[in-house]
């Protein structure tokens, strides 16, 4: 998708009352650094995805898209560690898909596209065209 297209895009959206969650990894600070050597990047996303599901807002969805990024074994165990984390008292269904095949997960990664120009290419033009719609924390590792 081109540049002007996106922006295109992000401008239309900015007009639709939504509310993104986000939590951002600084890769190059510290402990982060140790932590990303030492782990499987499986278990960095999965602390990540309790962190956000146990917002109480985020709560009251029924399921959540997941982008299919893990083997099919890792899925079940994932599913499993995170509605276990959450005391899934609500059933909340995770479904793992192509992002190909989700116009939520490509939305959401337009989105994390937007954050990435700002904090990494010092480009905020997306950025602030959807910042008042965005909740960012930082990360902080939440297992030993």
Do not use: P
Not at 30 to 42: G, R
Not at 81 to 105: H, T, V
Not at 111 to 131: G, M, P, T, V
């Amino acid at each position: 998708m081109s540049t002007n297209m996106k922006l295109n895009l992000i401008n239309d959206v900015s007009n639709i009352d939504f509310e993104i969650y986000s939590i951002i990894m600084n890769k190059k600070e510290k402990d982060n650094e140790s932590y990303i050597l030492e782990s499987n990047i499986n278990n960095i996303y999965m602390d990540i995805m309790i962190k956000l599901l146990k917002n109480k807002e985020i709560k009251k969805c029924e399921y959540f898209e997941l982008d299919k990024f893990v083997n099919r074994n890792f899925e079940n165990i994932f599913h499993e560690k995170i509605l276990k984390e959450i005391n899934n008292e609500k059933n909340i269904s995770l479904k793992f898909l192509d992002s190909k095949l989700s116009k939520g997960i490509q939305f959401a990664d337009l989105i994390a596209w937007c954050i990435f120009q700002k904090i990494e290419r010092d480009n905020s033009k997306f950025f602030e065209l959807i910042k008042d719609k965005l909740h960012i924390e930082y990360y902080k590792k939440l297992h030993n």
